[in-house]
C-alpha cells in the first residue's frame, strides 16, 4: 500500500504567517486521487483541497494545494486563528486508499 | 444541511460485538457511497469498509475482513457497520463518510464515534 508520510508533525506560527504543510507518498500518485481535509477540535473532517490542487465550496482562497508525483503541499498563505486543525492528505489512487498521519497546526 | 450522525459506539470486550450507525440527512443518501474510517489514539486515519451507492459493492481493509460487515438502509437513510471479535486493536473513534463514487474524495464526514476494546 501507498504510504503517506506528512511533515512537520505540529506547525507553530504566528497569525499572519504562512504555513506550509508536506506529503510524500511512498509510490506515485495521480494527482486526480489527491485530497486534503481539515480536523478542527471537536468537529468532523472537512474536505479542503481535491484533484491535489482544486478547493473544495466554500474553502477559503487562503488554502493552497500543489504538488505531483509524490510531492504535495497545502499552503495557509496567512494563518488565521480559525485555522487551528489536524490536516490530514489522502490518496485515492491505489487500492487500499490511505491517509497520512496529520500535521498538527498551533498558534504560537 | 448535510448531517451525518454516527452512533453506537462504547466499551466492549475484547471478542465481543458492537454495532455502529450513521444517520444520514440533508442530501439525497441512496446516490451517494459510504465508507467507514477510523482513527486509533495517537495513529492516522485508517480506512475500514466502503459500500456503494447500491449496496451492491462492498471492500474491506485486510484488517478487519472476515470480522466487520458493512450495510446500508436507503430506506432509512442509515448506513451501518456489524463488528464481531473485536479486539484491542480495533479501539478508534470511527467516523462515516460519503463520496459521489469510487475515486473521489469524501465530501462529507460524521463528527465520529469511539469504541473502546478493552476487559
Known amino acids: 500500500e501507498i504510504v503517506l508520510t506528512q511533515s512537520p508533525g505540529t506547525l507553530s506560527l504566528s497569525p499572519g504567517e504562512r504555513a506550509t504543510l508536506s506529503c510524500r507518498a511512498s509510490q506515485r500518485v495521480s494527482s486526480s486521487y489527491l485530497a486534503w481535509y481539515q480536523r478542527k477540535p471537536g468537529q468532523a473532517p472537512r474536505l479542503l483541497i481535491y484533484?491535489?490542487?482544486s478547493r473544495a465550496t466554500g474553502v477559503p482562497d487562503r488554502f493552497s494545494g500543489s504538488g505531483s508525483g509524490t510531492d504535495f503541499t497545502l499552503t495557509i498563505s496567512s494563518l488565521e486563528p480559525e485555522d487551528v486543525a489536524m490536516y490530514y492528505c489522502?490518496?485515492?489512487?491505489?487500492?487500499?486508499?490511505?491517509f497520512g498521519q496529520g500535521t498538527k497546526v498551533e498558534i504560537k | 444541511q448535510v448531517q451525518l450522525v454516527g452512533s453506537g459506539g462504547g466499551l466492549v470486550k475484547p471478542g465481543g460485538s458492537l454495532r455502529l450507525s450513521c444517520a444520514a440527512s440533508g442530501f439525497t443518501f441512496s446516490d451517494y457511497y459510504m465508507s467507514w474510517i477510523r482513527q486509533a489514539p495517537g495513529k492516522g486515519l485508517e480506512w475500514v469498509s466502503h459500500?456503494?451507492?447500491?449496496?451492491?459493492?462492498?471492500y474491506y481493509a485486510d484488517s478487519v475482513k472476515g470480522r466487520f460487515t458493512i450495510s446500508r438502509d436507503n430506506a432509512k437513510n442509515s448506513l451501518y457497520l456489524q463488528m464481531n471479535s473485536l479486539r484491542a486493536e480495533d479501539t478508534a473513534v470511527y467516523y462515516c463518510a460519503s463520496r459521489n463514487r469510487t475515486g473521489t474524495p469524501y465530501n462529507y464526514w460524521g463528527q465520529g464515534t469511539l469504541v473502546t476494546v478493552s476487559s
Open positions: 489522502q490518496q485515492f489512487d491505489t487500492s487500499p486508499q490511505t
Open positions: 459500500i456503494s451507492s447500491s449496496g451492491s459493492t462492498i
Open positions: 484533484g491535489a490542487s
